[in-house]
């Protein structure tokens, strides 16, 4: 009876422990600064390695990797990490890991809205905003050569008057 009661124990403890589904804890999404690039964090936490651990962008599933590799302790949070380039406008992510036993879990989609950047950096409003300065300065500079140029050609005019009375007399 002894025995039975060890063998029940033993087996319902294996399987308690097995019974961790693996948890994705935090996650997001940060901008790199450069363009539409994008570093995606996740934390796995789970009783057995992840066999895969992936940020599903859009639809499409990418392969995180480890953050710390030497971090065997999974039962207090392993940060995974990829970046990755946004399409401008709106897009969608969301996490999912599957443990070396087949477990898995999925985080609820997240929205992300990306500005949409020029390849030199500007966006809509700078252009705007520089043609709006740029084009009056233009505007008053040509002006002002004009009226350099209208001074200018006065001045002649008066040196030309001035040395032909002085050739006069």
Known sequence: ???????????????????????????????????????FTVTYKGNTTASDVSVVINGASTPMQELDPQDTILTDGKVYYVEASLDSGVNTYSFKCTDVLGASNTTAAKMLIVKEVSPFGFTHLDVMFSVLIFVPFVIYFTYLAR???KTLERIDKRQEIIENKNGNK
């Open 147 to 149: 009226k350099v140029t």
């Open 1 to 39: 009876m002894r025995i039975l009661f060890i063998a029940v124990l033993v087996a319902l403890l294996a399987s308690s422990a097995l019974a961790m589904e693996p948890q994705l804890l935090t996650g997001g999404a940060a901008a790199t600064g450069s363009g539409t690039n994008y570093v």
